[in-house]
């Protein structure tokens, strides 16, 4: 009876063993991958690298970045939806998610509910330039100009649907004012179009521009975020200028696909956050136009389904044709 006893006790305890969820055991211990959706060597590429590296030292395993390009970032957004919750495949999403969940007619995904939130990383603003010879000596000087001459002013950005085309979308509608869009394909084409004389402004991620700010070929007149940029505190912000209310902040954080559990969630949290708090992590950030933040999981989602709300009507608004 004592044998039988202790053979049924052992049969138990092997099927309470066998039903341990496989995340709890020591996690990580393979390679995590981060997937993100823009060029390599670009803002995301480096975000995710910095970060990765760093988030490496705490949990032990490598992060290895992959890009996978085109379509406004969801060729990458798909792959991680797609993916296995067990917190081997991330996302590094940029503001681009929110507004390719606008843009776009038909995702393989939706753009919070497939995915678990970790945590933001970095927030950046967007900056209006202008040449440095333009006759415009603030963003208010331009914007009455382009309501006397519904024609006489335009802007270029990085594309049609990119973030920095909404930010312009947005500042019209709220600023009243008539500004022609000119789509170029990407920041450095958009860049060459001002300095060549093709539009007299753009809207621009400060890395893509403050090289030719610091040459003295091109000049700032504004800052797209709520308060001004630390890095060029003299710069105003577009509110401060006249456009009440206007903000327009992009950012890059981390996801997972939806059903990751919360435990693994948490790992990479607290490593993430632990990189952000390193100096040559946010000085990195910072030389990149960027602010370190991390956040709660929930404050993530609450943030993304804003942006999205947000966009979607702009989108609508503008009649911008969807993709």
């Known amino acids: 009876m004592r044998r039988r006893a202790f053979l049924a006790a052992g049969l138990g305890l092997a099927c309470t063993v066998s039903t341990v969820p496989a995340w709890s055991q020591a996690y990580p211990d393979r390679p995590i991958r981060i997937y993100q959706g823009f060029a390599a060597g670009g803002n995301a590429d480096t975000i995710a690298r910095v970060v990765g590296a760093e988030m490496t030292r705490t949990l032990g395993q490598p992060f290895v970045i992959e890009a996978q390009t085109g379509a406004g970032g969801t060729i990458a957004a798909t792959t991680v939806a797609r993916a296995r919750p067990d917190g081997y495949t991330l996302l590094l999403a940029t503001g681009g998610h929110a507004v390719a969940g606008a843009l776009y007619n038909k995702l393989a995904y939706q753009t919070v509910s497939d995915f678990q939130m970790i945590s933001t990383v970095t927030y950046f603003p967007f900056l209006i330039v202008v040449r440095a010879d333009s006759p415009y000596q603030s963003l208010s000087q331009l914007l009455g100009a382009a309501r006397a001459d ?4 335009s802007y270029g950005s990085a594309g049609v649907g990119s973030t920095h085309h909404l930010a312009g979308e947005l500042l019209v509608r709220s600023a009243k ?17 001002l300095l060549g004389g093709e539009v007299p402004m753009i809207i621009a991620p400060p890395t893509a521009v403050m090289t030719n700010i610091k040459a003295g070929k091109l000049r700032a007149l504004a ?10 505190p003299e710069l105003p912000t577009v509110a401060e200028q006249g456009v009440a ?3 327009v902040t992009s950012w890059a ?3 997972a696909p939806a059903g990751t559990p919360r435990p693994i969630v948490e790992q990479l949290r607290g490593a993430a956050l632990k990189a952000l ?3 040559d992590v946010r000085a990195r950030l910072e030389d990149m136009g960027g602010e370190a933040r991390g ?5 993530m989602t609450a ?12 989108v609508n608004d503008a009649h911008i044709p969807k993709q």
């Open 253 to 255: 954080g981390l996801m």
């Open 245 to 247: 209310g206007y903000e």
């Open 177 to 193: 004012a008539e500004i022609l869009h000119v789509p170029y394909r990407g920041d450095a084409a958009s860049v060459t179009a």
């Open 277 to 279: 708090q390193v100096p």
């Open 295 to 299: 956040s709660t999981p929930e404050q």
């Open 223 to 232: 800052t797209t975020g709520a308060q001004r940029w630390s890095a060029m």
């Open 303 to 314: 943030m993304v389904s804003t942006e999205l709300q947000k966009w979607t009507t702009i």
């Open 150 to 153: 519904a024609k006489g002013v």
